[in-house]
């Protein structure tokens, strides 16, 4: 399927980046300074769920990402208005997720910690559950006290700012999430025959949307090809 298809290629481009500089550094004989790796994404948008799902937890599980310093970036195509209030694409929900995400990164900075706890937050989206992700401290042996206290206070708001300046300030900006970096540069010339606008509407979520309120989960669902949809 595309959607899937693209994700490999992603991943490929990913995997392929940081073999050329594992290589390199036995070539050179040096310590063996990790690759940079950024991935920009949003909640609630079903292709970053998805990549996160399918393809970033077992590549990191496999130790096909051991050259890589992981960070992960929950904003994607958020919007900040002059008082500093967010506006997510995927509506309330996804500002939410994303504030708890970003919650999770900061109380767990253990990549293999936190990454379980937002794989399991995106496979319930995935499943259209998402409003079940508190089931996920349990599920990860996970203390809920900590994310709780954050994103219920002023500590979630202001991480979620600092995500969106990160992702405000990337150079080229991101055009649709996921959105990988590697070394402060964008994956998509890697792949970017693959980059026509059909496309990109049909496996990934663009950063030109222009909604007040937000999509809600199930408008996105029914734009999502035939047979992606998980009724």
Known sequence: MARDLHHLLLLAAL????????????????????VHVAIYYESLCPYSARFVTNHLLKAYRDGLLDAADLTL???????VDA????????????????????????A???????????????????????????????????????????????RGHNLSLEYGRQTAELVPPHQFVPWVV?????????????????????????ADFDRAD??????????LPDGDNNN
């Open 15 to 34: 995997l392929q980046q940081l073999s050329a500089t594992s290589a390199g550094d036995v070539a050179t004989g040096s310590g063996g300074e990790k």
């Open 83 to 106: 008082h500093g209030a967010i506006t997510c694409q995927h509506g309330p929900d996804e500002c939410l997720l994303n504030t708890v995400q970003a919650c999770a990164i900061d």
């Open 73 to 79: 970036v929950p904003y994607g195509n958020a919007k």
């Open 182 to 206: 590697v070394d402060g540069k964008p994956l998509y010339n890697d792949y970017g025959k693959f980059e026509a606008r059909a496309w990109r509407q049909r496996t990934m979520c663009t």
């Open 214 to 223: 937000g999509d809600a989960i199930d408008e996105i669902r029914m734009v």
């Open 108 to 154: 767990w900075p253990d990549v293999k910690v936190h990454l379980g706890f937002i794989y399991c937050v995106s496979d319930l989206v995935m499943k259209n559950r998402h409003r079940e992700w508190e089931s996920c401290f349990q599920k990860q042996g996970l203390d809920p006290k900590p994310v709780t206290e954050c994103y219920k206070g002023e």
